[in-house]
């Protein structure tokens, strides 16, 4: 299951779905094409709005900026997560304390 634990200003994101066997999931290549789509975003918008760090098939970001272009691109991140969890459920859970 890909676990999507939201802190604050901290994203964590590890994990794999399991939907399917790997190069075939299509659980795991929605949640990477969404997550690696917004860091391009925000990244592209402000260098310095957020780092991120992947290894050992954990992605941990931190959001350094609280702008509205920052807050807007996570906010639907996270969003398009969770619609992801409402059809697989069973492969995607997403955590998030306010």
Sequence with gaps: MIKIDVKGNHIKISGHAMFDEYGKDIVC???SSIV???INGILRLD???ISYKLSDGELSIDILKDNFE???LILNMISLLKGLEK???KNIKVNEEV
């Design 29 to 31: 290549a929605a949640a």
């Design 47 to 49: 260098d310095k709005a």
């Design 87 to 89: 059809q697989y459920g």
């Design 36 to 38: 690696t789509t917004s």
């Design 70 to 72: 920052t807050k807007t």
